[in-house]
């Protein structure tokens, strides 16, 4: 299952948005805590294509797709160097497929901020400048080591003047994952996580106000810089939210309504979460499950069969395959396979986002 961590300055939002993206109900708190284990929990993907399916074909069991989110430590200027919670953090960084950082833009004196002010420019830069100090640390160290070795291997040798390219790029303030590299290059640093590498988005915590004006300080020079590095922003008032979401169906409407709030948060994150990592959904569909799975963009019927199980990846014959939109529009099987638009496809096809797919298969 992939994974995304929250990261981000204490007291900025992170466990609310947690418990918000997981349903769980841990601690928040208006302090800083310098905990330092993550907390982790699963979300569920919002689909409306999954609730549709699951009316059509009322199966016993429905399964929307799932991503791993973990509640990483609040970092601190300072903490690639070791302050703070230091190293904890950047392990649980480490670990995860992409990063959720919050910002927080929202005011309430109650609640006490690190750097005294309020200022998610600054927030923002703070983080992105510790993950990038991580890594320059990470590639001096291992220069240095290569260098004082007694021997240099070939395969040492091979990949001093790549990391020394790394470390030119990340001194630069340059992400590593705009750093090109040739795919020789890559396979010699296969074996490292960057943390800079990550896909990230940018999640704004903003107070109600802010929320309704669609305004705060700092906004435009915080949504010109994330461009600026390709950074997906997302605005949201995850406080609300998080009380909203633990309403019934009825009332949440309303809120929603009353508040402006055209998609809930969780759809919003793991849309924007999805599109950063590359993902698409395709669907199985029978009388005992509907269910979404989750792919990588680009992945052919063969490898998409694996995911369900690897004897369909093995034994693999032919995919049926008919588009969501046909089943939405036709309203079953039967009426998408007389309409002609069912098709028939081998192991090289292209799987696209909203396929409904049986796989046939031979073991
Ligand atoms: N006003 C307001 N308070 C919030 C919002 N989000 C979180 N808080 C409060 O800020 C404090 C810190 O939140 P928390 O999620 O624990 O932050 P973390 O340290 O980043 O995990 C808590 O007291 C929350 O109730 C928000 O959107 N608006
Ligand atoms: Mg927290």
Redesign the pocket.
């Known amino acids: 299952m992939l994974s995304c961590g929250i990261v ?11 418990n918000l993206l997981t349903g769980a109900r841990v601690q ?3 302090f ?2 310098g905990r330092t284990d993550a907390n982790v929990g699963i979300a569920r993907v919002p689909d409306s294509r999954i609730d549709l399916l699951s009316r059509l074909f009322n199966p016993k069991k429905t399964t929307y797709a799932q991503m791993e989110v973990t ?1 990483l430590p ?1 970092l601190v200027r300072g903490s690639s160097q070791g302050q703070g919670v230091g190293n904890a953090f950047l392990d649980g960084v480490r670990q995860v497929d992409a990063l959720v950082q ?1 910002v927080r833009a ?3 004196e ?2 006490l901020h690190v750097e005294e002010s309020i200022d998610p420019v600054r927030d923002m830069e703070t983080i992105n400048f510790e993950l990038l100090m991580a890594d320059l640390d990470f590639v001096d160290k291992r220069i240095t080591r290569i260098r004082q070795g007694k021997k240099i291997t070939p395969e040492q040798a091979k990949e001093l003047p790549i990391l020394e390219k790394c470390m030119a790029h990340l001194e630069q303030e340059q992400p590593f994952s705009t750093l090109e590299l040739t795919q020789e290059e890559q396979e010699s640093l296969q074996n490292y996580t960057f943390l800079t590498d990550k896909p990230m988005l940018v999640v704004v ?3 109600e106000n802010q929320f309704a004006e669609r305004e705060y300080p700092g906004r435009q020079a915080l949504i010109d810089k994330a461009a600026a590095k390709g950074l997906p922003v997302v605005e949201l ?4 939210e998080e009380e909203i979401s633990q309403l019934d169906a009825e009332d949440r409407e309303l809120f929603f309504e009353e508040l402006g709030i055209s998609e809930p948060a969780i759809n919003r994150v793991m849309r924007v979460a999805y599109e950063t990592l590359g993902l698409i959904s395709f669907f199985t569909v029978g009388a005992d499950e509907v269910r979404a799975w989750t792919i990588k963009q680009g992945a052919n019927a063969k490898s998409a069969a694996g995911e369900i199980h690897s004897d369909l990846e093995r034994g693999f014959i032919r995919a049926e395959v008919i588009k969501y939109a046909d089943l939405a529009a036709l309203g079953s099987e039967v009426k998408v396979k007389e309409a002609g638009k069912a098709g028939l496809e081998g192991k090289e096809y292209v799987v696209q986002d909203g396929d409904i797919m049986h796989i046939r298969f031979n073991v």
């Open positions: 981000g300055l204490p007291t900025v939002g992170k466990t609310t948005l947690f928040k708190s208006q800083f805590s509640d609040g919050v929202f005011q309430n109650d609640v915590n903003l107070d008032c995850v406080q609300i």
